[in-house]
């Protein structure tokens, strides 16, 4: 039988098999032995695909004189208890009427010894925290167990942890941009891999989620997206957030709501927000900046919570970005903390433009300084702070070049490092009245040699190799689609609430 030619040498030569039946791939073969007026039966389960057999069950001994009917067994499989199951039928003792299971063999409690080729539980976690997040939702349903282990935390922990330092990083992006359809504006967005988006952005604009309500993508953080809605009333606007992991679909509840009065905000002093992680604490955290006139209040709402708590009071400052930049535990936008209410843009120093930077594990803030080489002439437009793998990035035009700086050890002024100065011509965008609009980087290869632009005034993609001042490819994207933004992202099974 051809079943059975998984089966160790020296089991065959003392074979005495018979096969009781089989249940998701795995089959109980039962031997048995005659002494006397006894008849002892015991079992054992194998996987023909991965040839792993126990050893033998406990025994199960039978008086002959006792049974005038066949008495029954039979191999099944329990879902509720994930548990694979023996069964015995006793004909009760020559009363032919009645049937009683009398004996019930549980596969999963079978001691170490007993079960030996089997793979132990810490070793089947270890493997599955490598498996793709795709692959384990597929395979949860063949197992009650590993469906709870992947949501259900109170089961382990550390398992969502785990598969998280074991995924893949700086290899896929989650590309956000808003696209104009039937009258209508939505936020889509695509993860990933990032060879793909460098070698086929086009493709990957057209195959996305788009999001079927408003909503504002406020950040990403190791798989988690974080969503902001917002109803505009008369006097006041508030806003919530909910999370929502793209690799698992499960999206969270909406948080409770924040109210801002609009006579409480006047320009520049604008109310911003920022999504970020505190592993410290493991809490997935948005943080909201009271920015007022005089004072600014921090308010923090941790993942799951029930209200938003206020955190921190400083200084207000006119502010330059709305969403923060979350790098190494803390959230970044750009600000003028020494300017005044009544500053213009083209009168700013260099020197006025620094980094406010909020502490998401010590709840404390502080500043960070420009690049010592920026321009000491403000550009026209505002540059942009943005996370570029993993590390603070800033983008601005000088002159007739786009000039891109990145940070490659966060909070060290000195770390500054020139990542990108070219000029618009090189880049084939054409400059006729003033500056175009500043390109927004997506994307730079591992090798940091060649990065991924999307351009608004041409309305294409350029694939830029910094190395050899070249252009590797260009592609048109439909004008309808705008606001183009990446995110670092991690295919993780990160719960959007808390259980």
Partial sequence: MEILSWLPVKDLLRFNYAILGACNGLVCLQDSCIEDKFKEYWFRIGNPTTRVMTKDSPYIRLNLNDYKHPFMFGFGYDEWNDTYQVVLLDNNKNQSQKLEVICVHLITSMSSSQCSPVVPQELMVEILSRVPVKDLMRLRCISKWLNTLVFDPTLDPTFVKLHLQKSSKNTHILLTFRDYENDESRY???????????????????????????YTILGVCNGLVCLQDSYRG????????????????LMGEDSPHIRIRFGDHNYPYLFMFGFGYDDWSDRYQVVFLDNKLQKMEVRVYYLGDSCWRNTLTCDAFPALSVHGAYVCGHLNWLALPKCGPGYRWGTVTINELEIFSYDLKNEKCSYLSMPDGLSEVPPPDVPVLEVLKGCLCLSHHQGTCFVVWIMRKFGVAKSWTL????????????????????????????????????????????LYNKKDNSIDGRELFNDDKFFFCSYDFVQSLVLPYRN
């Fill in 419 to 462: 990542l990108l100065n070219v000029s618009y011509e090189d880049l084939h965008i054409r400059v006729l009245h003033g500056l175009p609009a500043l390109p927004v980087i997506l994307c730079l290869s591992q090798n940091d040699d060649v990065m991924l632009l999307a351009s608004y005034d041409s309305a294409e993609f350029i």
């Fill in 234 to 249: 008369d006097e006041f606007e508030e806003y919530w957030v909910r999370f929502w992991n793209p690799s698992t679909r």
């Fill in 188 to 214: 889509c967005a695509a993860p990933c891999s990032l060879q793909n988006l460098l070698h086929n952005p086009s493709s990957t604009v057209d195959v996305c989620h788009r999001f079927n309500h408003d």
